[in-house]
């Protein structure tokens, strides 16, 4: 399946920025912003007994029918598979369906997949619930911060290997190219969820990964104005096995409007992922000299457990952090109340500044004891620091630390 991972190549910005302005389908009517194709269906000349849908091909303007293709999405598409450096992308109605999707398109009932055990929340539930609790596929979880660990949960009957680097929230890193040889010599399929890092900051395939997905709501859409997700493939048999299911089987694909925005949204993701990583960096640094903080959690700490890892694998550390407020859950509600620049919400990478609870938000469905196996606490904060002015941020968080305290926050002036 493969010959040993691959090295990540080092792009230059420039480079990128100019691959995320260019559009994935040129308007015919030189359009420099491509049109939204509302359309759900298409004319055709005439009928053909021996058409297939194997035989409409978008790429040569060859359209059937919305949920098959469409001109909007096949052009975001198109994007997508250029910034992840893949040679096929499919957009999905949420990052929940391109997860979904791409488990799917890899196994069957009686097949075993190794995962990260500091996943996304509602990955977990997915995979117990679905494909463990409904499917019949067994899914053994392990603390991938260490290959050796994925090594040993591997068997014969395994046929994925899922990964998610950066975690959520506590920024867990996973050696991907050691993994991806893990996976290569099983004979498996590797999978790795990008969302936290975007392709701007970190490429999978290049590593060896044979998947990468996006929950595209985040980073790439970069508003918080829409709902979606994305699956990037360099395998021809893996992206017909993705997009049979995403336009026969299931129709989980994108809306037009929908990629109309996302699409619009890649255009400034390289700037917006620099002011991200930029005042990230600096909160991280703040953070870690308070005395009211009893952990922070950044790659780019040097202070991270992981933090040489990054510098190999990433080509820069993310905009989001979490911190351990020095104190228990009353402590945390004082803090998110004091709050008044950042927002209290669910989801991220969007260009405002938003902070949430893992304990009583994203992660409460794992229950108190799955949450302290994994170290997520009462206390735990998760910021996903937007573009605004640092100082502004730093100034909000000294505001919470302080009402935790019960203390005056000190001046920052103008």
Request: glycine letters at 10%.
């Given at each position: 399946?493969?010959?040993?991972?691959?090295?990540?190549?080092m792009?230059?910005?420039?480079?990128?920025?100019?691959?995320?302005?260019?559009?994935?389908?040129?308007?015919?009517?030189?359009?420099?912003?491509?049109?939204?194709?509302?359309?759900?269906?298409?004319?055709?000349?005439?009928?053909?007994?021996?058409?297939?849908?194997?035989?409409?091909?978008?790429?040569?303007?060859?359209?059937l029918?919305?949920?098959?293709?469409?001109?909007?999405?096949?052009?975001?598409?198109?994007?997508?598979?250029?910034?992840?450096?893949?040679?096929?992308?499919?957009a999905?109605?949420?990052?929940?369906?391109?997860?979904?999707?791409?488990?799917?398109?890899?196994?069957?009932p009686?097949?075993?997949?190794?995962?990260?055990?500091?996943?996304?929340?509602?990955?977990?539930?997915?995979?117990?619930?679905?494909?463990e609790?409904?499917?019949?596929?067994?899914?053994?979880?392990?603390?991938?911060?260490?290959?050796?660990?994925?090594?040993?949960?591997?068997?014969?009957?395994?046929?994925?290997?899922?990964?998610?680097?950066?975690?959520?929230?506590?920024?867990?890193?996973?050696?991907?190219?050691?993994?991806?040889?893990?996976?290569?010599?099983?004979?498996?399929?590797?999978?790795?969820?990008?969302?936290?890092?975007?392709?701007?900051?970190?490429?999978?395939?290049?590593?060896?990964?044979?998947?990468?997905?996006?929950?595209?709501?985040?980073?790439?859409?970069?508003?918080?104005?829409?709902?979606?997700?994305?699956?990037?493939?360099?395998?021809?048999?893996?992206?017909?096995?993705?997009?049979?299911?995403?336009?026969?089987a299931?129709?989980?694909?994108?809306?037009?409007?929908?990629?109309?925005?996302?699409?619009?949204?890649l255009?400034?993701?390289?700037?917006?992922?620099?002011?991200?990583?930029?005042?990230a960096?600096?909160?991280?640094?703040?953070?870690?000299?308070?005395?009211?903080?009893?952990?922070?959690?950044?790659?780019?700490?040097?202070?991270?457990?992981?933090?040489?890892?990054?510098?190999?694998?990433?080509?820069?550390?993310?905009?989001?952090?979490?911190?351990?407020?020095?104190?228990d859950?009353?402590?945390?509600?004082?803090f998110?109340?004091?709050?008044?620049?950042?927002?209290?919400?669910?989801?991220?990478?969007?260009?405002?500044?938003?902070?949430?609870?893992?304990?009583?938000?994203?992660?409460?469905?794992?229950?108190?004891e799955?949450?302290?196996?994994?170290?997520?606490?009462?206390?735990?904060?998760?910021?996903?620091?937007?573009?605004?002015?640092?100082?502004?941020?730093?100034?909000?968080?000294?505001?919470?630390?302080?009402?935790?305290?019960?203390?005056?926050?000190?001046?920052?002036?103008?």
């Open positions: 399946m493969r010959s040993g991972h691959r090295t990540v190549t792009e230059p910005p420039a480079r990128f920025d100019t691959k995320a302005v260019a559009n994935g389908l040129e308007a015919p009517t030189g359009d420099v912003v491509p049109p939204v194709h509302l359309s759900s269906t298409y004319r055709l000349p005439g009928i053909d007994p021996e058409l297939s849908l194997e035989d409409v091909d978008p790429d040569q303007g060859e359209w029918y919305s949920r098959l293709s469409n001109p909007t999405r096949h052009g975001l598409e198109r994007q997508l598979a250029t910034l992840e450096r893949g040679e096929r992308a499919f999905f109605s949420s990052g929940t369906a391109a997860i979904a999707t791409a488990i799917m398109a890899v196994v069957e009686g097949d075993h997949v190794v995962a990260f055990d500091d996943l996304y929340a509602g990955t977990k539930r997915m995979l117990d619930r679905l494909f609790g409904q499917l019949g596929v067994d899914v053994d979880y392990v603390d991938a911060t260490d290959p050796d660990n994925v090594a040993a949960a591997v068997r014969p009957s395994t046929t994925l290997v899922w990964m998610e680097t950066p975690t959520n929230p506590l920024m867990h890193l996973c050696d991907i190219g050691a993994i991806a040889d893990i996976a290569a010599d099983a004979g498996a399929r590797f999978g790795v969820d990008n969302t936290f890092a975007s392709p701007y900051f970190q490429r999978p395939l290049g590593l060896g990964a044979d998947m990468v997905v996006h929950s595209t709501t985040k980073y790439l859409n970069g508003h918080s104005d829409g709902i979606g997700g994305a699956v990037v493939v360099d395998d021809e048999g893996l992206a017909e096995s993705v997009g049979f299911l995403q336009q026969v299931l129709g989980n694909a994108l809306a037009p409007f929908d990629s109309y925005l996302l699409a619009r949204g255009k400034t993701l390289p700037l917006r992922m620099r002011q991200h990583e930029a005042n960096r600096e909160l991280a640094a703040y953070l870690e000299a308070h005395d009211g903080v009893r952990a922070v959690h950044y790659p780019g700490l040097e202070s991270h457990p992981q933090h040489e890892l990054a510098r190999e694998q990433m080509l820069g550390y993310g905009g989001i952090l979490s911190f351990e407020i020095d104190g859950v009353d402590d945390a509600a004082r998110f109340a004091a709050l008044e620049t950042m927002t209290l919400a669910v989801s991220l990478g969007g260009v405002e500044t938003l902070v949430e609870h893992p304990a009583t938000m994203t992660h409460e469905p794992l229950g108190p799955r949450r302290a196996a994994l170290g997520i606490t009462d206390s735990l904060v998760r910021v996903s620091v937007g573009v605004e002015d640092v100082a502004d941020l730093i100034a909000d968080v000294e505001r919470g630390l302080c009402a935790v305290e019960e203390a005056e926050p000190i001046p920052t002036g103008d």
